[in-house]
């Protein structure tokens, strides 16, 4: 039936009818699948699991690399605006029409012989891809884990490097309900005499563990590799390796220093096979972009587009807002995934927001708008009220955000974030052309 489809957004229907569950933990049917279609990699994988800092370390991996002169694939999720941001080829975002043979090579290994296997939708979305990487001749492929590690679907490929970012309570339902149960799912990417970066300064012992347990060469930050640095500049230490220095990496904020830490790491693990030079890794840190990762959009009012969606995250973010100095007002475009621990993120960042404007987002998972601004009331009321803050509700990030624009002056700021779809939402509209209707330009 699969030679009816012919576009992106026919497969990707598709991929949404065929499984009851978005999610469904498992490796035995996608790992079939995948050995119907007999998907390998010929070339060095790096495979990067944690709860926050993720996207960020594959992408300062990809833009050294890729000064380095080597031909890169990066596989990712979620995507902000478009499906085909998901994978970057050579550093380029692949076209939709080059991911259609690869859905049907999925589609033809799923229904071999009338024996169908269910795929959810991350399943064959990321089998399609994860063909089309090892189909390009690439000297280095990255995976971004989707959910935990030892059951993600990225986990069919075994990694030369695994990297472990930070680790916080996120996805409880399906990783367990603390950072030890947590821990050991994303150790679930480690293999046996290979090096595991673990770049979170204060790791789960359950992840020390299982290095130790299945002998993978585990380096660890602040033992194995280190930084240090003053405003100006800053250095990197680890074993037999030393970068000194250095500029800040272009992605901001405060917790990119540990990101760009393990992602120089996991490059000196493999040196070997992809040795890079001192000049590389400069030119990767200094031209590394990543979209809605504290991203600071130019104009007035400053926008700043972060993709915190969880308390550790948003923790960071509000650290990123303190350190950017005074505005009059903060005006915060907020939209979360019921799921999420709601009450202890709006508690964290509610000191630096003056006017919030929550929103609906489109999809079911969703928390609505209403259901928002009455957590954040009821925070209000525990707290004491000790301030006036105006909160509105609004049907899509996009007229939240021009309910901002309104509202805002010139010197004030602007900040979007909550999830994927928040940031994605207001992009797909077109922030400089928001901001050049406000600006009456």
Known sequence: MHTKIHTLEGWLAHCERLHPHNIDMGLERVGEVARRMGLRFDCPVITVAGTNGKGSTCAMIEAIALQAGYRTGVYSSPHLVHFQERCRIDGDIVQADALLEHFAAVESARTLNGNDIALTYFEFTTLAILRLMSHALLDVAILEVGLGGRLDATNIVDADCAVITSIDIDHVEYLGPDRESIGREKAGIMRTGRPVV????????????????????????????????????????????????????????????????????????????????????????????LPGRFQIIPGQPTLVLDVAHNPHSVAALTANLDAMGYFPTTHAVFGAMADKDLGPMLAKIGPVVDRWYFTDLPTPRAESAAGLQQKWNALQIVAGGRREVHTSTHATPAEALQAALLAADPADRIIVFGSFHTVGGVLLDGVPRLQAKHLGV
Request: aromatic residues 8%.
């Open 198 to 289: 673990v770049s979170d300064p204060m790791p789960p012992q359950s992840v020390i563990d299982h290095a130790r347990e299945i002998g993978a060469d585990l380096w660890r930050f602040g033992q194995d590799f280190n930084f240090s640095g003053d405003k100006q500049q800053w250095g990197w230490a680890g074993r037999g390796r030393r970068y000194a220095g250095m500029a800040y990496p272009a992605l901001r904020g405060a917790n990119q220093l540990v990101n760009a830490s393990g992602a120089l790491a996991a490059l000196v693990a493999l040196r070997e096979r992809i040795p890079v030079t001192a000049q590389a890794v400069r030119n990767g840190l200094s031209l590394v972009e």
